[in-house]
C-alpha cells in the first residue's frame, strides 16, 4: 500500500467528523458519515480480495478466535475505565464541564431531544464494534503486514485513532483540561492494540471500548440530559 492510500485510510474518519459535526454541526448527520466510512472502506476491501482470491482465509480465523482471558481482560478493563471516568466526573466535573454551554452546544449539535437514546445506543453498540474493526482490526493487520513493527502500527494507529477525538472533546470540556483528556484516548488506542496484537481477536476491546462509551454515556445523564 502506497502512502497516499495509508494517509486516506488515517485521515478519512477525521475528514467525516469534520464535516459532519464542524461543517453540518448535527450529531446524525456525523454518525451517517463517519460510521459509513468504518464501515465501507473494510467491507470493500474484503470484497475486492475475495475477488481477486488474496484473501488469506487463515487470517479470518486468526481473527475470530474467542479467547477466555481476552473476554476477562476486556471486561475488568472496561469496568476498571468506567469506574474511573465516572468517579472523575463526580469529583471533578465542575472543572472541566461548563454544563449550560455544554447544553446548548448538544442542542446545537441535535444530540438531545427524542433520538437520544438512538444516538446513545449507537454509542454503545455500534462504536465500539466498528471503530475497533476499523483501527485494531482493517488499519493494524494492514500496517503489521510487513511494513511496519507490531508497536509501530499500534502507536500510528492509536494516533490516528485520537486524532478525530480532538474535534469533539475539544469543544465538549473547558480548556486547558479538553486538551489533557485526548491523552487517555491516546493510552486506551495503545492498550486495545496490544490487547488485538497478544490475543489475535477484537472480542476484548470491543467489550472494553463499550465499556468505557457506557461510562462517557453516565456523565451525560448525570449532568446533561
Known amino acids: ?10 485521515l478519512g474518519p477525521t475528514v467525516m467528523i469534520a464535516a459532519g459535526l464542524q461543517v453540518m454541526g448535527s450529531v446524525p448527520l456525523t454518525f451517517a458519515l463517519f460510521y459509513g ?17 488474496t484473501f488469506a482465509d487463515s487470517q479470518i480465523q486468526t481473527e475470530r478466535q474467542r479467547q477466555k482471558t481476552d473476554i476477562l481482560l476486556g471486561i475488568c478493563s ?3 475505565f468506567f469506574g474511573a471516568i465516572v468517579a472523575a466526573a463526580v469529583w471533578f466535573h465542575p472543572l472541566f464541564l ?3 454551554r455544554l447544553k446548548g452546544l448538544l442542542q446545537e449539535w441535535h444530540f438531545s431531544g427524542e433520538h437520544t437514546i438512538g444516538l446513545v ?9 466498528l471503530e475497533e474493526t476499523y483501527w485494531r482490526g482493517y488499519v493494524l493487520r494492514k500496517l503489521t503486514d510487513g511494513r511496519v513493527s507490531p508497536a509501530m502500527a499500534v502507536f500510528l494507529t492509536s494516533l490516528f485513532y485520537s486524532l478525530y477525538h480532538v474535534l469533539s ?9 479538553n486538551i489533557a483528556l485526548v491523552l487517555p484516548v491516546f493510552a486506551a488506542g495503545l492498550f486495545w492494540g496490544w490487547m488485538r496484537l497478544r490475543h489475535a481477536s477484537l472480542t476484548g476491546s470491543v467489550l472494553s471500548h463499550s465499556l468505557v462509551n457506557a461510562g462517557i454515556m453516565c456523565i451525560y445523564f448525570l449532568y446533561l440530559s
Do not use: Y
Not at 500500500?1 to 488515517?10: E, G, N, S, T
Not at 445506543?121 to 464494534?129: D, K, M, Q, S
Not at 472533546?169 to 483540561?177: D, G, K
Open 37 to 53: 466510512w468504518l464501515l465501507l472502506v473494510p467491507l470493500g476491501s474484503f470484497i475486492l480480495r475475495r475477488r481477486t482470491g
Open 1 to 10: 500500500m502506497d502512502r497516499f492510500k495509508l494517509a486516506i485510510l488515517f
Open 121 to 129: 445506543l449507537v454509542l454503545l453498540v455500534l462504536n465500539p464494534l
Open 98 to 100: 461548563n454544563i449550560p
Open 78 to 80: 472496561g469496568a476498571a
Open 169 to 177: 472533546i475539544v469543544p465538549i470540556f473547558e480548556h486547558p483540561w
